[in-house]
């Protein structure tokens, strides 16, 4: 497949701000967040300041992620993480934040974006333990694919997931995305070749849903 970074015009990856102030706020948007106060969380790119807390979040979520996810968990591997999404535009980042608090709910991921006629990319996510199952990814998730849709306009974004993880499948189902296969022995994780189920979601139903 012949990859298309060189394509022209392409938005770059980057703080997803709305151009206008959302209703029923009087609040104007930072220069660094998104989808501000009538949301309960916002979503921004991790910075090198993020570090410390992004860090103790991860000592925190070990037995959530153990078995579905491995984040950064040294501050090299968080280096290295924000090299690879501030650097280049195959990969784009935010970390998901409770609007209220500024606390870290997550972090979602949009990874090896390929543009020209693909135009498809690769979800990758994990919530902190003291935020999951409160709908606050959901959340966060509706705003990143709102950014992968609309900033970046791919026209599929795909999440592979074990059949065994519900919450993950959950989340995406409540977000839209159709399964569309299983592929045997996908992914490497903690040392073994994992079977995941794919699930996508195209540009048209992302569309399609916000008419509803
Ligand atoms: C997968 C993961 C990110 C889900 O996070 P979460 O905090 O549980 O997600 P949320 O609470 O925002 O949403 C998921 C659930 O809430 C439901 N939900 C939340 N708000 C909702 C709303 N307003 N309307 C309808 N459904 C809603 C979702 O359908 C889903 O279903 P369930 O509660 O019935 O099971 C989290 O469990 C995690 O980090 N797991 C470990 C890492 C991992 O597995 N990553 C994915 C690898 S593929």
Redesign the pocket.
């Known amino acids: 497949m012949v990859r298309s970074e060189q394509e022209r015009g392409r938005p770059r990856p980057r703080d997803y701000q709305t151009n206008s102030r959302p209703r029923n706020s009087r609040s104007r948007h930072s220069g660094e967040t998104l989808f501000a106060p009538v949301s309960a969380v916002l979503i921004r790119k991790p910075r090198g300041d993020d570090a410390a807390a992004f860090l103790a979040a991860v000592r925190r ?1 070990r037995s ?2 153990r078995g ?2 491995a984040p950064p968990a040294t501050l090299k591997a968080y280096r290295v993480y924000l090299k690879r999404i501030h650097s280049g535009q195959d990969h784009c980042g935010f970390l998901i934040i409770r609007s209220a608090t500024k606390a870290l ?2 972090v979602i991921n949009i990874n090896n974006i390929v543009l020209g006629p693909f135009r498809s990319a690769f ?7 003291d ?11 509706r705003h990143v694919l709102r950014y992968a849709f609309k900033k970046l306009k791919l026209h599929r974004v795909e ?4 059949p065994q ?4 499948l ?6 839209g995305f159709v399964r569309e296969g299983y592929s045997r022995r996908y992914l490497k994780i903690d040392g073994r070749w994992r079977d ?1 189920e794919r699930w996508a979601l195209l540009a048209e139903d992302f569309r399609r849903r916000k008419s509803d």
């Open positions: 979520s959530l992620h579905w996810v709910v997550g979800l990758g996510y994990y919530a902190f333990s935020y999951r199952g409160q709908g606050l990814m959901r959340e966060g998730m999440a592979n997931i074990q993880n519900h919450r993950s959950a989340l995406v189902e409540s977000c995941h």
